[in-house]
């Protein structure tokens, strides 16, 4: 049975660093699950990790045995944004952060193999978040991106040259969220260490005004 690898195949889930780079992101299918606050403190951001995981690996499994399609489990990624835009390229407030995490999932997951899936790890008690987790479809559209290398605190000055000079001297002006995928298991990882993709959905300057 053949695995797929979706940060293979997909254009999206490639980057490299130290480039702005324009794409045309597809309409994908998540598992989501939305928070709000710093997500170093304890509580509901874990709580939402391990909902995200236990239903994904589920439903990997369920699909290699009961559908014969095998893939690999996608890495966390996860929508940010703030009241205030300048908290992500200056002191990082993330006290005042939304959040929503997510899970890439192929799109021949079903609404009912994702119910059953909650289901089953509702059973096991793994996380009081999976009531909060939904299966959604995500169409970002135009976008930019680049890899940024290292810990995610010192993320603030690659966005800075994103929003105040790519953007603008391409003709572009932001619009949705700030999205990061991680590409790196950061519990496992040393900081400087971190391969994050930063993603940010881009408009041209005219339709925004």
């Given at each position: ?6 940060k293979?195949?997909l ?11 324009l ?7 998540y ?16 709580e ?12 990997k499994?369920?699909s ?17 944004s ?16 939304d959040?929503?995490?997510?899970m890439?999932?192929?799109?021949w997951?079903?609404?009912e ?28 559209g ?8 290292g ?44 391969r994050?993709?930063?993603r ?10």
């Amino acid at each position: 049975m053949e695995k797929i690898d979706f940060k293979k195949t997909l254009p999206s889930y490639r980057a490299a660093s130290g480039t702005f780079e324009l794409i045309d992101v597809p309409a994908l299918q998540y598992l989501m699950i939305d928070g709000h606050g710093d997500p170093n403190t304890a509580g509901p951001f874990s709580e939402a990790v391990s909902a995200l995981f236990s239903v994904g690996y589920k439903l990997k499994f369920t699909s290699k045995k009961e559908l014969g399609r095998d893939y690999a489990v996608m890495p966390l990624e996860g929508l940010w944004s703030s009241a205030d835009p300048d908290n992500f390229t200056t002191a990082l407030d993330k006290s005042t952060w939304d959040w929503t995490l997510l899970m890439l999932v192929p799109d021949w997951i079903t609404a009912e193999l994702f119910d059953a899936a909650v289901s089953a790890s509702r059973a096991k008690a793994v996380s009081a978040a999976l009531d909060r987790l939904r299966l959604e479809t995500l169409e970002e559209g135009r976008c930019v991106q680049t890899v940024h290398l290292g810990s995610f605190d010192a993320e603030a000055e690659t966005l800075h040259r994103l929003h105040t000079e790519f953007i603008p001297a391409n003709g572009l002006s932001m619009r949705g969220r700030h999205h990061e995928i991680y590409l790196s298991d950061f519990t496992k990882t040393a900081p400087a260490k971190l391969r994050t993709i930063l993603r940010q959905p881009v408009a041209p300057a005219a339709d925004q005004e």
